[in-house]
């Protein structure tokens, strides 16, 4: 397959615990997004990478969310402490940088918090 | 007032019909513009392009109106197999893309 890969596809945690999620790209693409989404509505911007260069972090992400993509290839995203209103699907997306920037997604991972 | 917003619906149509979207935006900056649909519990995938000349795919047309800030998409002869969540999408070149909250469809028979 050799499309967006995320694992796990589901977490179960209990608030306060930390939590890690990964995301391999399309292995051309230099470009890596996550992004966040509830019920009814639509993905919401979290952070995003060209190479190994963490370029924008959403002034909505508090402290407790960090994303590394230490080789420009595979990405994580972790959550500290989580809380409930964490519970959410996280989607990440790979894409090839230029003037038109078509983001392709993975499955994402569904993280409930109780 | 958020970045791209659009008409939550849900649009009800028979199978046939034809049925338009609507979508605003609010960054004037922004160059790049997409319709994605995403199923019931699946990711959001690509279903075309935005440009201000139009696209047209098949039976989805899509258009452009810079001087608005606005982004239709058009779906004729609506089957089943359309029913989804359509969403509407701008960005910066280089930056990135704001997804709008979507547009429901269901089409049925």
């Known amino acids: 397959d050799t499309g967006v890969s995320q694992n796990p596809r589901h977490k179960i945690t209990k608030r306060g615990q930390n939590v890690t999620f990964r995301c391999d790209p399309i292995?051309?693409?230099?470009?890596l997004y996550w992004y966040r989404q509830t019920l009814g509505q639509g993905p919401e911007f979290l952070t995003y990478?060209?190479?190994?260069?963490?370029?924008?972090k959403s002034r909505l992400l508090s402290d407790r969310f960090s994303a590394e993509r230490p080789k420009g290839s595979f990405s994580t995203l972790e959550i500290q402490r989580t809380e409930q209103g964490d519970s959410a699907m996280y989607l990440c997306?790979?894409?090839?940088?230029?003037?038109?920037?078509?983001?392709?997604f993975g499955s994402g991972t569904q993280l409930s918090v109780l | 007032r958020k970045e791209v917003e659009q008409d939550p619906g849900p649009f009800n149509v028979p199978e046939g019909a034809t049925v338009a979207f609507n979508c605003t935006y609010s960054?004037?900056?922004?160059?790049?513009f997409f319709w994605y649909r995403q199923d019931c519990r699946k990711e959001p995938k690509l279903l075309m392009s935005?440009?201000?000349s139009g696209n047209e795919d098949g039976r989805f047309t899509a258009q452009l109106n810079r001087a608005s800030q606005y982004i239709s998409l058009l779906i004729r002869d609506s089957k089943l197999s359309d029913s989804a969540t359509y969403l509407c999408?701008?960005?910066?070149?280089?930056?990135?893309?704001?997804f709008g909250a979507g547009t429901i469809l269901r089409v049925k028979s």
């Open positions: 990478f060209q190479n190994e260069a963490q370029l924008e």
């Open positions: 935005v440009y201000s």
């Open positions: 999408v701008a960005g910066e070149y280089g930056n990135k893309l704001v």
């Open positions: 997306a790979s894409s090839l940088s230029g003037t038109e920037e078509k983001l392709f």
């Open positions: 292995s051309e693409h230099n470009r």
């Open positions: 960054n004037s900056a922004s160059q790049s």
